[in-house]
């Protein structure tokens, strides 16, 4: 497999506008038609008969809007097996929920998950995956190699086919507070190729030295999605160079994350800041720090939207972590 790199490779001109991705109050009937996915968090979400539909096991920290990924084309949509997938307008979200259980523990679930969406993504012409993400129980338990994050990286890799040949996508992956044998997985994918960006403050992830694990996390820093029209941002933490910053400091390390998150905009040619386009999702490992992390997201961000939820991120040491998405 070939990791993915920094090329600045352009995709065609004729690439169809990017999915758009909104937080709005939870639907009271059928998701519309062309929806492509919608995400409820948290126990108290709604719960709709829909493949396109994704309860997400991590609670809420205040508010609880859905998150509506919408294209410009009816979408179709089923199941196979612990599989979800809905598609249109050359757009493609697949899912997979699995109980670790039935398959002996954290890696062998993730090789389970990943080798189901390879294969189904490798059969359609939405091969290209733009953006993917991974929650699952106590992340951070086991030690040495034995963590579960670590175990959970070794079964990832081993079961990405074709479908990441091109390049690993951009990612988050974050501990949930829910049944710990829960893995869901899932991925906005297109028909066409996208375009790797990293951050020149960090090493890219697949190279990390081996202290992280016998497999290094297999993302990218973020994607740039084939009309150029939105940046996919990755999972971002107080992470400079390959080692985390601020042991314990939450304001110190905020302030890091959106250094981070500055420079991958910089590299990938995209105007700083977000505004009210820019959808953006915290993770954060103490609830009693919601507040300080919304009051630092309103210093700096006033006009993104902000969902803050219950999770824990890949290294113990890390307090939040921040994604989402930025739209020229």
Known sequence: MRPASDMRERAPLAARPSPTVTYREPPAGP????????????????????????????????????????????????????????RGGGWLYAAVECDEADHGGPEGAAAHAYRQLSAFVSRGPE???QRIWNYLGAINAGAGDDERYKLFCNGRIAGMGEAFAQGFPAASAIGHHASEGLLQVYLLATDRPGTRVENPRQVSAWQYPRQYGRTPPSFARGTLLPADDLLAISGTAAVVGHASAHAGDLAAQLAETRRNRDALLANGGIPEGFDARAPLKAYVRHPADAAEVKAFADAHWPDAPLVVVHGDICREELLVEIDGWRYR
């Open 31 to 86: 998701l519309p038609s062309r929806t492509l996915a919608a995400f409820g968090f948290g126990r108290a979400a709604r719960a709709i008969d829909d493949p396109r539909w994704l309860g997400v096991a991590l609670e809420p920290l205040g508010e609880a809007p859905v998150e509506v990924w919408t294209v410009d084309a009816d979408v179709t949509y089923g199941r196979d097996g612990d599989l979800r997938w809905s």
């Open 127 to 129: 091969c290209h995956v």
